[in-house]
């Protein structure tokens, strides 16, 4: 799918401000991602999500996870997340191979 060092170039400059990887790690603005891969919208322990997030109900995947980078608000209408996105295709697919194997 897409390169993981380059993903990780991509989470520490887009994403780390905000999220956390690593097992145990905490919230900030945006929950903590680890175990992000067969979890729901909206149900990472301790985070307070929006109505909206929680509602969506699908299950975070290579699938969805490519959709809703493209263009977060779109995706889940009501989210808090400020993210405007990742166009390119290319750093979505980066940003997953990171993402699927930091949040193991």
């Not at 903590?32 to 985070?47: E, I, S, Y």
């Not at 969506?56 to 989210?79: A, M, R, V």
Request: hydrophobic share 25%; aromatic share 8%; charged share 25%.
């Amino acid at each position: 799918m897409g390169d993981t060092d380059k993903g990780a170039k991509i989470f520490k400059t887009r994403c780390a401000q905000c999220h956390t990887t690593e097992k145990s790690g905490k919230h900030k603005t945006g929950p903590n991602l680890n175990g992000l891969f067969g979890r729901k919208t909206g149900q990472a322990v301790g985070f307070t999500y929006t109505q909206s997030n929680r509602d969506k109900g699908i299950t975070w995947g290579e699938d969805t996870l490519f959709i809703y980078l493209e263009n977060p608000k779109k995706y889940i209408p009501g989210t808090k997340m400020v993210f405007a996105g990742l166009k390119k295709q290319s750093e979505r697919n980066d940003l997953i191979a990171h993402l699927k194997s930091a949040t193991k």
